[in-house]
């Protein structure tokens, strides 16, 4: 090789940001073309210089295009591990104690009654287009074909209702006489579901922009039904609270310890809190220190960050 084509070739730098693999595949070509004994003239340094680029070239684009596949398979891959099958309910054939749960079979789905509760005044203003009535016929001991049937209930008959604002396949409404007048309740569908994260379950229950204030009370009070809860103040925290939610990331009680065990449980390490939405519900969240909430009995608790969990829970200290 002419000195002089051999002082060009190695005055090529190999450009410093670029990544690892591409600067050897740019290495080699350096080497491979200096190695060549053959004179070249001008316009064979350009074919060499030519081979340089596109063997770098190559080199990057199959490195961008391995890396890229790498980059999406890792995603997938912590997406897959982070979605958790909600199992559906199964009622026994045998309860020997009568423990069926207040539930409701529409479109094949069982629906529980919710955490979410709601006045009958404002149930009425919510009351969307009659579905049709529940029948008695779910009891321990029957078939699951019983349990599958149109309407099929542990609630005895009662007129159910679309909720206007929700989604019918989340959430219906019975509306019924009681002992006070009516009585409104919200039955939801959240077994047999699938939960990648926070915004997959939360976004149900519509709490962005609908907060108006938060109340929130100890284990004790709750585990003793009694109505002693304190007020605070809503306004940003709760709603960056809420906004946080979304970013929770779902557990399953099966299959991971649940730090709400109530045989170990205090007062300073939960709190329940009620949020009061513009249409007049009020969602009821459990919350125990670290970081862990919970909506409702389906076997399923969330996390949320520690340091975004603590700026919400310093205000639930009384």
């Given amino acids: 090789m002419d000195n002089k084509i ?23 070509a350096q080497s491979e073309i200096q190695a060549r004994k053959k004179k070249r003239t001008k316009k064979g340094l350009s074919a060499a210089a030519g081979i340089l680029m596109m063997i770098g070239g190559i080199s990057f684009a199959s490195f961008l295009n391995f890396e890229n596949a790498a980059v999406e398979k890792q995603a997938e891959s912590v997406k897959e591990q982070a979605i958790v099958e909600i199992p559906a309910i199964e009622i026994p054939e045998e309860d020997p104690y009568g423990l069926v749960m207040a539930l409701i079979v529409y479109n094949g789905k069982l629906y529980t009654r919710g955490e979410t509760e709601i006045g009958s005044e404002d149930g009425s203003l919510l009351r969307g287009e009659k579905l049709g009535a529940t029948k008695d016929s779910i009891t321990e001991g029957k078939s699951q074909i019983t349990y599958a049937k149109q309407f099929a209930s542990s609630i005895g008959s009662v007129d159910v209702y679309e909720v206007k604002g929700y989604d019918s396949a989340f959430r219906l409404m019975t509306y019924d006489r009681s002992d006070d007048g009516y009585a409104a309740h919200f039955y939801e569908n959240l077994n047999g579901i699938s939960v990648a994260n926070g915004e997959d379950f939360f976004s149900k229950l519509k709490l962005k922009g609908n907060a108006v204030s938060a109340e929130y009370r ?10 002693n809860f304190q007020t ?9 609270f809420i906004r946080n939610l979304d970013e929770t990331v779902p557990y399953l009680d099966a299959k991971h310890k649940d730090p709400m065990d109530q045989q170990t449980i205090k007062d300073d390490d939960f709190r329940e809190v009620a949020i009061h939405l513009k249409d007049g ?9 670290g970081g862990y909430i919970y909506y409702g009995n389906i076997g399923l608790f969330f996390k949320m960050d520690e340091e975004k969990f603590s700026e919400f829970w310093s205000l639930l200290q009384t």
Avoid: C, W, Y
Avoid at 6 to 28: C, F, W, Y
Avoid at 218 to 227: L, S
Avoid at 281 to 289: A, D, F, G, I, K
């Fill in 281 to 289: 519900s009020e969602v009821n969240l459990r919350l125990v220190t």
């Fill in 218 to 227: 100890g284990f004790t009070d709750m585990d003793r039904d009694e109505d």
């Fill in 232 to 240: 605070m103040d809503g306004g940003k925290a709760l709603d960056s």
């Fill in 6 to 28: 051999r002082q060009q070739m190695d005055d090529i730098k190999i450009p410093e940001n670029l990544h690892t693999k591409s600067r050897l595949g740019v290495a080699a």
